[in-house]
């Protein structure tokens, strides 16, 4: 097994005990360009973890996670990952116990430390990963935190996609005289050179159509397709199930249980399509993705490269599909641009153009449906049992009979239930229904038991006046007047 060139590069200044800035486009190796070093520098045993590993996503984390555990088997590594939407009790008996690596995201970690049950004080080596996408994200005063936590005597290591000005001043201030290390050229880095890219104009009602047809398409593995919101997410995901396909949304509205469901259905086949919001377009490292589909037009270039990165992974080819609607022109041109893409003015298609056919190695006379002989071929997603992990903060999908609600039903939040609010009303100091109670004495249709006394009544006279005199003497001293004259 040929080592990829980040491992090459990065490897040996590792081992070396020395700080690195690595750079290097996603599915290139990373994890083990820092984890072979990382592991060497373990002595098994303690109770306070000696190696820290900060990632921006839940689904990084695990993979990380994953890849540290294969890679440390033999060597008895302790390695948990921690994150927010599990129960915290696992990971807080884990850390008792003792670990040698800990993986977590930024959150979860500054709580479990602030709780006083991560202890960051013997950490030696520390690693960030993905340090573009925690920026994106909003993590930077977190990392911080998290830094001005770890002895100041430690390798660091920081790798990025890309290295915006704000990563730069970061590794300035915490990294010692760091190695900088780029894999490739710059232009090879911002493209995916072995994925096969097509961008087509297409509309939006036709898009569906387009998506089942080429999820038909000859050669077709895993496939990913992206949206840019969570309700997007479960319409198409449901449209596809009801289309015969084999498919899960991921994204955040779904709670932590969920999301790793339909990942490991995913992962393991169960599934061949997961459609997700960009929560999945990092993090998720699945070899044999042969096909990614932007459903809808990406926000940015590094979204576009990331997305696209989930296939053509550890040296693999893939195809990588993107459908432009007529209002995200603009936004696609600058992308284009950004990128230097060939793609600046996207053919017009539909789900019968021949050349969508062509392109794609989609079958003459495909329809919009799986045929159903061609369908049940894989177990689905029910086939992969729910976990219960004790989720914290975060919504569920709804569950009827037992079955958990999936595809169509897995974006709608559970709605808390009702507190019994009772309020009594009162008027002069006094509940209001003893005073309608006293007022009107028993309830209509209530009848008093037998030997009962009838409740007593209040009777409230009113004096009708006028000029200050009641209305029943003024009358009859104006009858007698009249009388007089």
């Not at 996670?65 to 884990?94: C, F, M, N, W």
């Not at 790798?159 to 760091?178: C, D, N, Q």
């Amino acid at each position: 097994m040929e080592a990829f060139p980040i491992q090459e590069l990065a490897l040996p200044i590792a081992l070396g005990g020395h700080d690195i800035i690595g750079q290097a486009r996603t599915g290139t190796g990373k994890t083990l360009a820092f984890g072979v070093a990382l592991l060497q520098r373990i002595t098994h045993g303690g109770k306070r973890p000696q190696a820290l590993v900060v990632a921006p996503t839940r689904e990084l984390a695990l993979q990380v996670t994953d890849d540290l555990l294969v890679a440390g088997g033999k060597l008895g590594t302790r390695v948990l990952s921690v994150y927010g939407g599990r129960a915290y009790e696992p990971q807080i008996d884990a850390l008792r116990e003792g670990v040698d690596v800990v993986v977590g995201t930024p959150g979860r970690l500054l709580d479990l430390v602030k709780q006083k049950h991560l202890n960051l004080s013997e950490v030696g080596v520390l690693v960030l990963d993905e340090a573009d996408r925690m920026l994106d994200l909003g993590f930077l005063p977190d990392i911080e935190r998290i830094i001005e936590r770890v002895p100041a005597q430690r390798q660091t290591m920081m790798f990025s996609a890309t290295m915006p000005g704000e990563i730069v001043a970061l590794s300035r201030k915490y990294l010692t005289r760091p190695t900088n290390v780029r894999a490739e050229s710059h232009a090879e880095s911002e493209a995916t050179p072995q994925v096969a890219q097509h961008v087509f104009q297409a509309h939006q009602m036709d898009k569906p159509e387009m998506v089942a047809r080429l999820l038909q398409a000859e050669g077709r593995g895993l496939t990913m397709v992206f949206c840019q919101t969570k309700r997007a997410c479960d319409r198409v995901a449901s449209d596809l199930v009801q289309r015969g396909f084999d498919a899960a949304a991921v994204h955040g509205d779904l709670g932590q249980g969920q999301r790793e469901r339909a990942l490991r259905a995913f992962r393991n086949g169960k599934i061949d399509v997961l459609v997700a919001t960009d929560v999945a377009a990092r993090g998720l490292d699945v070899d044999d993705v042969t096909h990614v589909v932007n459903f809808e037009c990406p926000d940015s270039a590094d979204t576009y490269v990331h997305r696209i990165g989930r296939t053509g992974r550890a040296g693999k080819e893939g195809v990588s599909v993107t459908l432009i609607d007529w209002a995200d022109l603009t936004r696609w041109k600058l992308i284009n641009s950004t990128l230097d893409l060939p793609f600046a003015a996207p053919e017009e298609t539909y789900s019968t153009s021949e050349h969508f056919f062509a392109a794609l190695g989609i079958p003459a006379g495909t329809k919009g449906k799986l045929p159903k002989e061609q369908r049940g071929e894989r177990a689905g997603l029910a086939a992969e049992e729910l976990e219960d992990i004790g989720e914290t903060g975060k919504t569920r999908s709804r569950e009827r009979g037992g079955r958990d609600r999936d595809h169509a039903d897995e974006g709608e939040r559970t709605r808390r239930p009702r507190r019994n609010r009772s309020r009594t009303r009162t008027r002069a100091g006094k509940p209001v229904d003893d005073v309608k109670q006293v007022e009107s004495g028993t309830a209509e249709g209530d009848k008093p038991a037998h030997g009962d006394k009838p409740a007593r009544t209040r009777t409230r006279s009113r004096r009708r006046t006028r000029n200050g005199a009641p209305v029943a003497e003024a009358t009859t001293a104006e009858t007698a007047e009249a009388k007089s004259a």
